[in-house]
């Protein structure tokens, strides 16, 4: 049996948890991230939570065989480097020369949503496959690409940001300096903005019920309503569906990968919301009459992929 | 000094020629392709020019390390099957097997765009680089993805369609199924299009003229009228860069690539359409402040680039 740590950077916590070769988490915890502090404070806090991890799995340093590490952001994986992390305050951070510091073991960085990718390849919904799309639906649009089982991110990192492929030119103001990005159209907020313009024109909808029993309007409003035969939900749901659907296809038709794989707060949906992809994806990809449908699946490693995915990243190496 | 046979597969005609291991045409030839008749006598006809050129060059059948083929359509290159190519109405064809009937040698069979962009990477503009792009402007949009040197065409041969990736969603229809691929804003056939469409409510339009110098409408109308000052088709070639460069955007933030080579019909109007690409690309690829931009090439192979294209197919195999 061979022990990796698998850390997981986000901008409230750092997780941390030690990963075995079949991708179980033996043992895990988390510390607070503190942005407004220079990164070194984030290290050394890191490392303490390595320690007491281990500790807890009754291992020690000398049983690790390596340490990965998921971050959001640009991330020069090749030089140890985050390139660039808005949400974190990171601007050019070796990080993996400042982890050596505490600990000169064999350390490897990725974003955060390669790692969920590589995660689901090696142990979750990507299992068996070769080539394979990891796309999460939160905050934003986050895609991972693993082909012929290695993650693929491009010169210095900065590819495989399918979030910002525009899907209607001239469209809505993306965050990123342009317009129409897939991003703005298919992330959780995207959906959330959209159901909170319907409801405020149908204050007959069953929405407004439902977002007040919840406390607040979410990316569940608009799907629960629809579930109930709420017309106005239906036709939100049918169109945000369209518009994650069109950037898979344009994935598909690009990769024509194995499997694409649906993560992210939106999948919670579940299998529903993954039918209703599935269904699109079969109509309009590329050659529909001659290729194999691509099939669509719903991530499986959820609220541990951060911490799987960063381990994966360094076994087999 | 090694020898290799490059055959292109066109709807018009089959071209052949003998390379050397430098990327230099040694002789060529070509034959009709009769699209109305069985494969199997385009693969006769094939075979004998192949005996032509080889004697041209003071070769024999020994001397010849490899045989490529590049095919327009879905190619299947694991099996050596053409899965469906429409404008050669084939339908299943196992080229390779009929080949080998007549030479059984090492013969490997690729989509044409895929050759051209391997060509292009390894004696053309993607020269020096890891992971390049080949986007062709003609009749259709077609594009070329080789990474780490190598052609990705993801599952049977049926990815690297980035022309059938929406950037207009609910655009104009496209013959793929889908609307606002693409294609139907970018490619030669587009801009035809819109240049006639423009052409008919601008009588004063020096477009006209030009048109008429030359005998028909063609994707030079517009650039020619433009270089002459005249605002319509300034405005005109102004929408069609956008278009262009919206497809280009997007690829580079999914790759994020070393070079992207433009080539096609389109791509004859040189460094003036490049450098308008490329400042488009400039201003709105991904995190332009901190990642390296990425560098818009004409492609230099042009007419050689299907027989030299197919014969890098099997050079280092």
């Given at each position: 049996?061979?022990y990796?740590?698998?850390?997981?950077?986000?901008?409230?916590s750092?997780?941390?948890?030690?990963?075995?070769?079949?991708?179980?988490?033996?043992?895990?915890?988390?510390?607070?991230?503190?942005?407004?502090?220079?990164?070194?404070?984030?290290?050394?806090?890191?490392?303490?939570?390595?320690?007491?991890?281990?500790?807890?799995?009754?291992?020690?340093?000398?049983?690790?065989?390596?340490?990965?590490?998921?971050?959001?952001?640009?991330?020069?994986?090749?030089?140890?480097?985050?390139t660039?992390?808005?949400?974190?305050?990171?601007?050019?951070?070796?990080?993996?020369?400042?982890?050596?510091?505490?600990?000169?073991?064999?350390?490897?960085?990725?974003?955060?949503?390669?790692?969920a990718?590589?995660?689901?390849?090696?142990?979750?919904?990507?299992?068996?496959?070769?080539?394979?799309?990891?796309?999460?639906?939160?905050?934003?649009?986050?895609?991972?690409?693993i082909?012929?089982?290695?993650?693929?991110?491009?010169?210095?990192?900065?590819?495989?940001?399918?979030?910002?492929?525009?899907?209607?030119?001239d469209?809505?103001?993306?965050?990123?300096?342009?317009?129409?990005?897939?991003?703005?159209?298919?992330?959780?907020?995207?959906?959330?903005?959209?159901?909170?313009?319907?409801?405020?024109?149908?204050?007959?909808?069953?929405?407004?019920?439902?977002?007040?029993?919840?406390?607040?309007?979410?990316?569940?409003?608009?799907?629960?309503?629809?579930?109930?035969?709420?017309?106005?939900?239906?036709?939100?749901?049918?169109?945000?569906?369209?518009?994650?659907?069109?950037?898979?296809?344009?994935?598909?038709?690009?990769?024509?990968?194995?499997?694409?794989?649906?993560?992210?707060?939106?999948?919670?949906?579940?299998?529903y919301?993954?039918?209703?992809?599935?269904?699109?994806?079969?109509?309009?990809?590329?050659?529909?009459?001659?290729?194999?449908?691509?099939?669509?699946?719903?991530?499986?490693?959820?609220?541990?992929?951060?911490?799987?995915?960063?381990?994966?990243?360094?076994?087999?190496?």
């Open positions: 049996m061979k990796y740590i698998g850390i997981d950077i986000g901008g409230m750092v997780k941390a948890g030690v990963v075995g070769d079949n991708g179980e988490i033996i043992s895990q915890g988390s510390c607070q991230t503190f942005t407004d502090k220079h990164y070194s404070v984030m290290v050394a806090d890191t490392y303490k939570l390595c320690e007491k991890i281990l500790k807890e799995a009754n291992l020690t340093k000398e049983d690790v065989s390596a340490v990965g590490i998921g971050c959001p952001g640009t991330i020069w994986s090749d030089k140890g480097i985050i660039y992390a808005n949400n974190l305050h990171f601007d050019k951070v070796p990080l993996v020369a400042e982890f050596k510091k505490y600990w000169d073991t064999k350390v490897v960085i990725e974003n955060d949503a390669n790692c990718a590589l995660g689901e390849y090696a142990f979750g919904s990507g299992k068996g496959s070769k080539d394979c799309i990891f796309i999460t639906l939160g905050t934003g649009v986050g895609s991972g690409i082909l012929d089982g290695k993650i693929y991110s491009g010169k210095r990192g900065a590819g495989g940001e399918a979030g910002h492929m525009v899907i209607k030119l469209g809505e103001k993306c965050t990123c300096g342009r317009r129409g990005c897939w991003e703005v159209y298919a992330s959780a907020t995207a959906l959330i903005r959209d159901t909170k313009t319907a409801m405020a024109k149908h204050p007959e909808s069953l929405m407004h019920k439902i977002a007040e029993s919840y406390g607040k309007i979410s990316a569940k409003t608009s799907f629960e309503a629809a579930k109930q035969g709420d017309k106005l939900a239906v036709s939100l749901i049918k169109r945000y569906v369209k518009y994650v659907s069109a950037g898979v296809v344009n994935l598909i038709n690009i990769f024509r990968p194995d499997v694409v794989m649906i993560g992210g707060g939106v999948s919670n949906e579940g299998q919301f993954i039918d209703m992809i599935q269904k699109y994806v079969n109509k309009y990809h590329y050659g529909g009459r001659i290729n194999p449908k691509v099939k669509i699946v719903r991530a499986t490693l959820i609220n541990n992929a951060g911490i799987i995915g960063a381990a994966s990243l360094v076994m087999n190496i």
